[in-house]
C-alpha cells in the first residue's frame, strides 16, 4: 500500500502544477481567477486571454494527465518497494486519478482549480488513447447543437462510461469504473453551470451553433 499511497500524492502533486497559473506567470502574472467565471481552466483561459494563452494552459493540463498516468506508475522511488500485491492497472488508474483530482483542487493554489476535463483526457491518451476520437466527436456534437460547453463536457464524460459498459465489459471492468467515477465527479465539478442553464442564465458560445436563435444569441457563457 506504501507503494500506492506514494504514487498518487506524487501525481496529485503533478496535477496541482495549473496551466493556467504557470503560463500566467509567464505572461506577467495573470490569474485567470479573478476573471471571467473564475475557473482556470483552458475554457476561461479562451475566453479571457485569447488562443495562444489557452493553448498553453491546455498543453499543460493535459500533460499532467499524461505524466500521472503514464510515467508515474513505473517509476522506482527509493525506499518504496513495488508492491507484487497491487496490481499495476489499478495502480495506473489510481495515478491517472490523483492528476485529475490535483488540477481541481489543487494544494499548491488553495484548492481552487479547474473542471478536470483538460487533465482527464491527458489520462486517456494513456489508458484509452482510441476513446479520445469519440469523446471530441460527441463533446463537438453537444457544442454545436447548444453552444453550452459545460453540458458539453459533462456529456462527453458520461459517454464514456456508457460506451465502455455497452462494448467493452466485463472485460475493461476497472477502466469502467474509473471512467464513471469521473464522470460523476466532472458533473459535480459542474454543478455550477448545471445551475445557470437550469436559470436559464447559462452563457452560449453562440459563434460555434449549426442553429441559432433570437434568445440563444444574447446569452453569456461562464462555464
Not at 503533478?14 to 481552466?41: E, F, P, Y
Not at 491527458?122 to 489508458?127: C, F, K, M, N, S
Not at 459545460?150 to 464524460?157: D, I, S
Not at 469521473?182 to 445557470?196: D, P
Request: hydrophobic share 50%; glycine share 14%.
Amino acid at each position: 500500500m506504501l507503494e500506492l499511497g506514494v504514487k498518487f500524492l506524487i501525481s496529485y502533486f503533478i496535477g496541482s502544477l495549473m496551466g493556467a497559473m504557470i503560463v500566467g506567470k509567464l505572461r506577467g502574472g495573470i490569474d485567470i481567477r479573478t476573471m471571467g467565471s473564475g475557473n482556470a481552466g483552458g475554457t476561461n483561459a479562451f475566453r479571457t486571454q485569447g488562443v495562444l494563452f489557452a493553448l498553453g494552459v491546455v498543453i499543460v493540463d493535459v500533460g499532467k494527465g499524461v505524466i500521472g498516468a503514464g510515467v508515474v506508475p513505473g517509476l522506482d522511488i527509493p525506499f518504496v518497494a513495488r508492491d507484487p500485491e497491487i496490481s499495476r492497472t489499478w495502480l495506473t488508474l489510481v495515478c491517472a486519478a490523483g492528476a485529475v483530482l490535483g488540477h481541481v483542487w489543487p494544494i499548491y493554489h488553495g484548492f481552487k482549480g479547474g473542471k478536470g476535463a483538460a487533465t482527464l483526457i491527458g489520462t486517456l491518451i494513456i489508458l484509452a488513447p482510441k476513446l479520445i476520437i469519440g469523446v471530441l466527436l460527441v463533446w463537438g456534437w453537444v457544442l454545436v447543437m447548444t453552444g453550452y460547453v459545460g453540458l458539453a463536457t459533462m456529456t462527453a464524460a458520461t459517454a464514456l462510461p456508457v460506451w465502455l459498459g455497452l462494448k467493452h465489459l466485463p472485460d475493461n471492468q476497472p477502466l469502467f469504473i474509473y471512467l464513471t467515477v469521473m464522470a460523476l465527479f466532472v458533473i459535480y465539478w459542474h454543478r455550477s453551470n448545471i445551475r445557470r442553464m437550469r436559470d436559464g442564465v447559462e452563457h452560449r458560445n453562440v459563434r460555434v451553433m449549426l442553429f441559432k436563435s433570437r434568445e440563444s444569441t444574447g446569452a453569456n457563457d461562464q462555464s
